[in-house]
């Protein structure tokens, strides 16, 4: 096809809010999504709950009911209504499928209308490591029991029934390639992007800190949903290990935690603020982001936060997972939450220079790496040229597919 003709996408969100994000997975879908609707017609299929107030850029919202867990999202009826609903309304010409949940089903529902659109499986992790990697104790049993066991499956079924898959990073693209036998010429990397506020735009930092209640000691700050059970994890070792490591260093820090529920901490130097509306100009308050993940897949938003607002970061292995981070050059980084981490903290949190060159690096790296307009015009030139060769008749695909 021509390059710039509009193309009529459809983002298809079995779970996450497109419209109001407060995840790193909602998030990463409403910036591609918005940002492709200056370029391309956008309608999306979403929860009810979600679709009442589209805003100006969605060209069609289509909502559905959920029915019992997510992962079984591609048994429910009314997903696969709205899908067909969606399909017959309109002569779509990719489905882009957020998480594997609803893949399968999307594919039965262009197949069975004659549709000529193309379903790509948007992954946000390797699902079959993170179920392994991530236990949820707040989860009923049998769903921890269940999950894990399930959720690989829906997996590899996504992935064999997928025309197309995009991944996160190229560490995912791999590891779907290796793996599971995916075809490298049908999967892309399309890195989480970041916006790189202007300096202006941050400028009234120590107003930030006065609202926040924040004094003049050195502040850490951490950000994400408090539902994650990543995230939980990594706000008890702040509370329990790192700021306690730091006092027993002479390190006299406060700890600033940003995001959808997170807790109210019994502790003078914890302050609680939420989710909040201005991210980066409250990210731009504190002094140094540390990111003690241990667990989790994908790559994680908070640290393309961290890099377009210039902070300098401390972050584990696995937090820096599928971003390219220099350690010692972009961020510090360390294997584990330990006292290595500790220390880290507090040479970046008491070394004004070492703070400074760590974040003027991290602002380069996102700017000349990480901008969202970087990462979607990947996506949208993958698209096109998709849509250019149409898809491939039934047999030609499945003959493609080497998903074992």
Partial sequence: ?????????????????????????????????SRLAERHRVSVLCPVEFAAEPPDWVDETYGFDRIGPGYLT?????????????????PF???????????VASELAVRAGGHEAAVVY???????????????????????????????????????AADYVTTVSERDRETFVRQFGVDPARILAVPTGTTVPEPAALADSAGRRRELELDDRPTLVFHGSYSHPPNREAVS????????????????????LVGDGMPAVDDPAVT?????????????????????????????????????????????????????????DHA???????????????????????GRRLGEAARNL???????????????????????RRRPDTGERDRARTVG
């Fill in 74 to 90: 591609d048994l429910n009826p009314l997903f696969l209504r709205a899908v067909r609903r969606a399909l017959d309304s309109e």
């Fill in 332 to 354: 510090l980084v360390v294997a584990d939450v330990d006292e290595s981490f500790v220390d880290a903290v507090a040479r970046v949190a008491t070394d004004g220079e070492l």
């Fill in 237 to 256: 070792a702040l509370v329990t290990r790192v700021l306690p490591g730091l006092r027993d260093r002479g390190v006299d820090a406060q700890l600033l």
């Fill in 1 to 33: 096809m021509t390059r710039g003709t509009s193309l009529r996408l459809l983002v298809v969100s079995p779970s996450h809010d497109v419209f109001e994000p407060t995840t790193g997975t909602g998030a990463r879908l409403h910036e591609l999504a």
């Fill in 366 to 388: 996102a700017r000349e790496h990480y901008a969202w307009e970087r990462s979607v015009d990947r996506l949208a030139g993958f698209y096109e040229e998709v849509v250019g």
């Fill in 93 to 103: 010409d990719v489905l882009h499928v957020a998480l594997p949940k609803g893949v």
């Fill in 272 to 328: 609680t603020a939420g989710f909040v509306e201005d991210l980066y100009g409250t990210l731009a308050a504190a002094d140094v982001a540390v990111v003690p993940i241990r667990h989790g897949g994908g790559t994680k938003t908070k640290v393309f936060d961290y890099l377009g607002v210039g902070l300098p970061i401390v972050t584990t292995v696995k937090g820096a997972e599928g971003i390219a981070l220099v350690d010692g």
């Fill in 122 to 160: 948007a992954a946000q992790n390797v699902e079959a490591e993170h179920a392994r990697d991530v236990d949820d104790p707040t989860l009923p049993v049998y769903k921890r029991l269940v999950g894990p066991r399930l959720i690989p499956r829906i997996e590899r079924l996504s992935l064999a």
